[in-house]
């Protein structure tokens, strides 16, 4: 322990360097935010309010991934992640943030209704047909798909995510100062009520945001899927940040072989988690064949006059790109196990769960045939620049968290912190 | 003239003393040999130089085989043997021969697992020379053997043992095969 103290007080200039660090980062987010709002001139309001809760609800669910990875840590009382789980901790400082960027779509369900969740206005025609006004399966549904309850479970949700992350941040840093387990075993306690709640409110979140774009559909396996690239952008972000602090120096020595292949594993896990999920999804309702089901993946995969449509192709790059890829390569011991194998493969993912949610979201943009607007369009640029400006605030309350909340670089005082330093298969 | 004995045992008394012991025989280049101790040492695999196994390789195999037979399994049975369209769909589609597919893949990949464990360390094998070694069963309780082979191409009856008295070994014995 002693030892371990004196290597990791060092870190007092790299702090410093976070910070001129994160301020650049808030300039890049709010530069990126600039562009997206540019884009409301450019485009129309539409286009780009479905790409910004594209932007919107990847960064989410980075931060959701590493709450659940940080709750999932504690109550299964793991050794080998203490190292890694401050981090994830640093990370979760961005939920308030997100609250914040998440206010212009509560306030356009308001000023706006329809603009991004179409049922809102029942003005507006479903499938060509009826308004929403008279269409049965919305009436039916309507006790639930309605303004108020989508801004109160809004609101809830990021209640939820917000009072987690700063029960186990206040928990976890107070423990760095005054070394007593009890600290541990609140955060235990914490875990126990919370990976529940943080799985009901991350599912609602999913079937209000994405899910509701079209809402005559209905799929159970939605939450699970959209937890699936939950953990695995945490995991992948978890990947970046500790390959960073590792080149900038701050965990020379931290981390050894076995961290990295626990990582790898983990994330070779949730490939193949993800795969299950979004697999069965498909596979249920292809087999099932009932119109109300098949409609939302023939919307992404022909147009009215039958033939393919772009949106086909993204579904092939998911399916190849989000599963068989990363699974034949963290196949690979020797490429799971190292810094500089996953650092390649944690890009690739995080590149594919964007496009997954592109998929998910912007196909509820159709135009006058009925046909999703084609995938590869000037919304794809509206959708960079989100995810760089949320991105770029999230980045900004991380490092901000790294270099001023006071926390150790890991928790030096956490009761498995020598093993987790020492720790081997 | 006598059978050429198993091979060379030698005795220490710690962890820490086999470890370096493993050390000293890896570097010196041999191959058929072997460490016996009560507990897990760990890193003591790095200090035998042993590489990492195969298994994973048979196991790689395994799970092919088994998605290609799910796989040819329904294309058979659906498409060639019995043609019968069930609710519209296709006579053939990876779609519904994935569920089986992936199973097989799974339970065959289990089998060349366990398999190819017991391949590649000579299982079942109902004897081994060591157990007729006098205090061998003080290697469950609180001493750690080396066992050189005389099948090592390096072996010298003289150079090894003084290799394994160099490194700390006591009680250096010969083993009958």
């Not at chain 1, 120096?249 to 626990?262: A, E, M, Q, S, T």
């Not at chain 2, 066992?147 to 070994?169: C, H, M, N, W, Y």
Request: glycine fraction near 8%; proline fraction near 4%.
């Amino acid at each position: 322990m002693s030892a371990t103290a004196a290597t990791l007080s060092a870190p007092a200039v790299a702090v410093s360097s976070s910070a001129s660090t994160a301020n650049k980062a808030l300039a890049v987010g709010v530069a990126g935010l600039v562009v997206t709002a540019l884009g409301l001139f450019v485009s129309g309001a539409q286009p780009v309010a479905l790409s910004y809760l594209v932007g919107l609800s990847f960064w989410t669910a980075i931060a959701i991934g590493m709450l659940m990875l940080v709750m999932i840590h504690h109550i299964v009382d793991a050794s080998w992640s203490v190292v890694i789980r401050r981090q994830f901790e640093h990370g979760l400082a961005a939920f308030g943030w997100l609250f914040v960027l998440f206010l212009p779509l509560l306030v356009s369900v308001w000023v706006k209704p329809g603009l991004v969740w179409p049922w809102m206005d029942l003005a507006n025609v479903v499938h060509g047909t009826v308004t929403y006004r008279d269409d049965i399966l919305l009436s039916k549904k309507s006790a639930v798909l309605n303004r108020e309850v989508f801004t109160v479970a809004t609101l809830g949700f990021f209640a939820v995510w917000v009072w987690l992350s700063a029960r186990l941040r206040r928990a976890s840093f107070t423990q760095d100062t005054d070394g007593a387990a009890g600290w541990t075993g609140m955060n235990r306690r914490t875990s126990a009520f919370g990976i529940p709640l943080g799985a009901l409110s991350l599912t609602f979140a999913a079937i209000f945001w994405m899910k509701s774009l079209e809402p005559h559909w209905f799929s159970t396996m939605y939450g699970v899927w959209f937890f699936s690239n939950c953990i695995r952008a945490g995991l992948a972000f978890g990947v970046f940040i500790m390959v960073w602090l590792t080149a900038r120096g701050d965990y020379r020595g931290v981390l050894n072989k076995n961290h990295w292949h626990c990582i790898g594993t983990l994330g070779h896990a949730f490939v193949i988690f993800w795969a299950y999920v979004t697999f069965s999804q498909y596979f249920l309702i292809w087999n099932a064949n009932i119109p109300e089901e098949t409609f939302w993946y023939n919307l992404r995969e022909i147009t009215h006059a039958g033939t393919p449509s772009q949106w086909k192709w993204v579904g092939m790059l998911i399916l190849f790109g989000h599963f068989f890829v990363p699974f034949l390569y963290l196949l690979s011991f020797r490429l799971k196990s190292t810094a500089s194998g996953l650092l390649p493969i944690s890009v690739w993912i995080v590149g594919i769960i964007l496009v997954d949610l592109c998929y998910n979201i912007l196909p509820v943009l159709k135009d006058s045939h009925g046909d999703p607007l084609p995938f590869i369009s000037i919304n794809l640029v509206w959708v960079a620049a989100s995810v760089v400006g949320v991105g770029g605030v999230c980045v900004w309350a991380y490092l901000r968290s790294l270099a001023t909340s006071g926390a150790k670089l890991i928790p030096i005082r956490d009761p498995r912190i020598a093993e987790s330093l020492t720790y081997h298969e | 003239m006598p059978a050429q004995p198993y091979g060379l045992i030698a005795t220490f008394d710690s962890a820490a003393a086999i470890y370096h012991a493993a050390e000293q025989v890896r570097d010196a280049g041999y191959r058929r040999w072997d460490c016996i101790t009560p507990c897990p040492v760990h890193g003591l695999d790095g200090a035998m130089g042993v590489k990492r196994s195969l298994v994973p390789r048979i196991s790689l195999a395994g799970g092919i085989t088994g998605f290609c037979t799910g796989m040819s399994l329904i294309y058979w049975t659906g498409a060639i043997n019995y043609k019968l369209t069930v609710g519209g769909k296709p006579l053939f589609s990876p779609m519904f021969a994935f569920p089986i597919s992936y199973e097989l893949t799974i339970l065959f990949t289990a089998f060349a697992t366990i398999g190819g464990m017991f391949l590649l360390n000579n299982l079942p094998m109902h004897h081994h020379p060591v157990l007729k070694y006098d205090h061998i069963a003080r290697g469950l309780d609180d001493q750690f053997f080396v066992v050189i082979e005389t099948a090592d191409p390096k072996f010298d009856s003289k150079l090894t043992r003084d290799l394994l008295e160099q490194a700390g070994g006591k009680n250096i014995a010969e083993l009958e095969t």
